[in-house]
């Protein structure tokens, strides 16, 4: 499935873009004044191959949830459990990527990739049976992402492993296992398109994982420990200095070969890093934009354009989250993210603050006149 993906993902079509381009010339406003949003639409129309490309419409986050044995090095004060107890949070509605997902109409599915505590149980056991909570192995064709709508949550069980091991002591995955988590968000992306998804968004759950986040942005720029590691929850100078040792432990160990995507997230990455990237590529091999969120998301980014770099031309930057690590990514990765408001939250939550930004660029192709069909007159 993953070299099939990758063989499937091309350029953006240059016939679409330049014609894009000349609209946005011809539209009644002065050309250049609408800044980012004319280089996002022609490249969204790029990615398209017609113009004006579609609009983005019925949005569907995926939240790719797993653990990590680097949690046993003590890089945050969090307890693991949290993350079983956040993905029974999604599931109820109540977080904050619920709230902005409810705002923007978007639908949300969530994708155990790798929780190691058990998963909340439904007060009413008949909730198990709802078509919302999806069951089946990763790779055994059980597990489905539903239709798309914005109202209930839905639940993938796509377990590769019960969280990572550690990195700083060995292979946080196994190459396999890396494949297999890679090729869940790839399948997830198929099952989203074809329910009807027109854009994809980014979302993340996993205790401790902005420090395999730091180990492959590390890994995948060049650039050291420090400068890919941030604070994650908001450590305490003692630990923030101890995390960035164990970045620098696990890159020492292991000395990840950047040309090799599969290699690095096997090494340092999370199940739900590896899982994103095949979002991300499966959303390329579609021809269907995907949405970043924060640092995770721009972390496994990296692998995707590592797998396939015209990958890149399905990536929008939704924001810069305050990881400094996410800014490393995004300028390795040649992206602007279109909003910058401090966001370190995760879940999907820049994603969809976002998600208006995107329509909004498309929109203008669709709905504002040309000069000639307004009768206006140009300078």
Same mark, same amino acid.
């Given at each position: 499935?993953?070299?099939?993906?990758?063989?499937?993902?091309?350029?953006?079509?240059?016939?679409?873009?330049?014609?894009?381009?000349?609209?946005?010339?011809?539209?009644?406003?002065?050309?250049?004044?609408?800044?980012?949003?004319?280089?996002?639409?022609?490249?969204?129309?790029?990615?398209?191959?017609?113009?004006?490309?579609?609009?983005?419409?019925?949005?569907?986050?995926?939240?790719?949830?797993?653990?990590?044995?680097?949690?046993?090095?003590?890089?945050?004060?969090?307890?693991?459990?949290?993350?079983?107890?956040?993905?029974?949070?999604? +599931? %109820?509605?109540? @977080? $904050? &990527?619920?709230?902005? /997902?409810?705002?923007? *109409? =978007?639908?949300?599915?969530? #994708?155990?990739?790798?929780?190691?505590?058990?998963?909340?149980?439904?007060?009413?056991?008949?909730? +198990? %049976?709802?078509? @919302? $909570? &999806?069951?089946?192995? /990763?790779?055994?064709? *059980? =597990?489905?992402?539903?239709? #798309?709508?914005?109202?209930?949550?839905?639940?993938?069980?796509?377990?590769?492993?019960?969280?990572?091991?550690?990195?700083?002591?060995?292979?946080?995955?196994?190459?396999?296992?890396?494949?297999?988590?890679?090729?869940?968000?790839?399948?997830?992306?198929?099952?989203?398109?074809?329910?009807?998804?027109?854009?994809?968004?980014?979302?993340?759950?996993?205790?401790?994982?902005?420090?395999?986040?730091?180990?492959?942005?590390?890994?995948?720029?060049?650039?050291?420990?420090?400068?890919?590691?941030?604070?994650?929850?908001?450590?305490?100078?003692?630990?923030?200095?101890?995390?960035?040792?164990?970045?620098?432990?696990?890159?020492?160990?292991?000395?990840?070969?950047?040309?090799?995507?599969?290699?690095?997230?096997?090494?340092?990455?999370?199940?739900?890093?590896?899982?994103?990237?095949?979002?991300?590529?499966?959303?390329?091999?579609?021809?269907?934009?995907?949405?970043?969120?924060?640092?995770?998301?721009?972390?496994?980014?990296?692998?995707?354009?590592?797998?396939?770099?015209?990958?890149?031309?399905?990536?929008?930057?939704?924001?810069?989250?305050?990881?400094?690590?996410?800014?490393?990514?995004?300028?390795?990765?040649?992206?602007?993210?279109?909003?910058?408001?401090?966001?370190?939250?995760?879940?999907?939550?820049?994603?969809?603050?976002?998600?208006?930004?995107?329509?909004?660029?498309?929109?203008?192709?669709?709905?504002?006149?040309?000069?000639?069909?307004?009768?206006?007159?140009?300078?």
């Amino acid at each position: 499935m993953l070299e099939t993906t990758i063989a499937g993902i091309g350029p953006l079509d240059e016939s679409a873009m330049a014609a894009a381009g000349q609209l946005q010339g011809r539209l009644t406003k002065p050309a250049g004044s609408l800044g980012a949003l004319e280089e996002l639409s022609v490249r969204l129309a790029g990615l398209a191959g017609m113009c004006p490309p579609p609009l983005p419409d019925r949005a569907a986050v995926a939240i790719f949830a797993g653990d990590h044995g680097v949690h046993a090095q003590r890089v945050t004060p969090w307890p693991q459990e949290v993350t079983a107890q956040m993905v029974g949070n999604f +599931l %109820a509605g109540g @977080a $904050v &990527v619920n709230a902005f /997902a409810r705002q923007a *109409g =978007a639908s949300v599915t969530v #994708v155990d990739v790798g929780v190691a505590s058990p998963l909340p149980v439904p007060d009413d056991p008949a909730d +198990l %049976a709802d078509p @919302a $909570v &999806v069951g089946g192995p /990763a790779g055994a064709g *059980g =597990a489905t992402a539903g239709s #798309v709508g914005p109202d209930v949550p839905r639940l993938v069980d796509a377990t590769v492993r019960r969280g990572t091991r550690d990195m700083t002591v060995t292979a946080a995955l196994t190459r396999d296992e890396a494949r297999s988590a890679v090729e869940v968000g790839i399948r997830i992306a198929g099952e989203l398109v074809d329910a009807g998804a027109g854009i994809l968004l980014t979302g993340d759950m996993g205790i401790a994982n902005t420090t395999p986040a730091a180990a492959l942005i590390a890994a995948f720029t060049g650039v050291d420990a420090a400068d890919a590691t941030g604070r994650g929850t908001g450590v305490d100078d003692p630990t923030y200095q101890h995390k960035i040792e164990v970045v620098r432990a696990a890159l020492r160990r292991h000395t990840p070969d950047p040309e090799d995507p599969l290699g690095v997230l096997a090494a340092v990455g999370g199940l739900e890093h590896a899982a994103l990237s095949g979002l991300v590529l499966g959303a390329a091999a579609r021809r269907v934009p995907v949405l970043l969120d924060g640092v995770i998301a721009v972390s496994a980014a990296l692998a995707a354009a590592a797998f396939a770099p015209d990958s890149v031309g399905a990536m929008v930057a939704g924001h810069r989250s305050a990881e400094p690590g996410a800014t490393v990514a995004l300028r390795r990765l040649g992206l602007t993210p279109l909003i910058d408001l401090g966001l370190r939250l995760g879940e999907g939550t820049g994603a969809l603050l976002a998600l208006p930004v995107v329509t909004g660029a498309v929109r203008v192709l669709h709905e504002v006149a040309t000069f000639d069909s307004a009768g206006v007159a140009e300078k």
